[in-house]
């Protein structure tokens, strides 16, 4: 995928069939026909040069099902997160973990 930034504005111009349907997927949840279009926030930290991924969460955009780990439990009271979706949750210490977008959620420090 190319991408061009150009003062405010950011282009994408895919290069291959995947990426083209990948962002055609990414308009069609972004991109709303009566005006209520939603907003890509930056998410948890991209350090160029380091990272090879820079995560986003799409505002007002449901993550995944959350469903709990049948073999572990919470060490502690904590509140735990999807690094996928960034959904919150708050768990007791004893109950069963978390889990959201096809893995586990993550403590929050």
């Keep these: 995928m190319k991408i061009t930034v150009d003062k405010n504005v ?21 991109i709303d026909c009566f005006g209520n279009n939603k907003k ?21 955009v449901k993550g ?21 979706c960034n959904k919150y949750m708050k768990v007791k210490a004893g109950d069963p973990l978390p889990m959201c977008c096809g893995r586990e959620m993550e403590t929050i420090d």
């Design 10 to 30: 950011l282009e994408l111009t895919p290069e291959s069939a995947q990426e083209t349907s990948s962002l055609d997927l990414l308009w069609r949840i972004v």
């Design 40 to 60: 890509i926030v930056p998410m948890g930290q991209y350090v160029p040069g380091h990272d090879t991924l820079a995560r986003f969460h799409i505002e007002d």
């Design 64 to 84: 995944g099902k959350t469903t709990y780990s049948k073999e572990k439990t919470a060490p502690a009271d904590n509140t735990y997160y999807c690094a996928t």
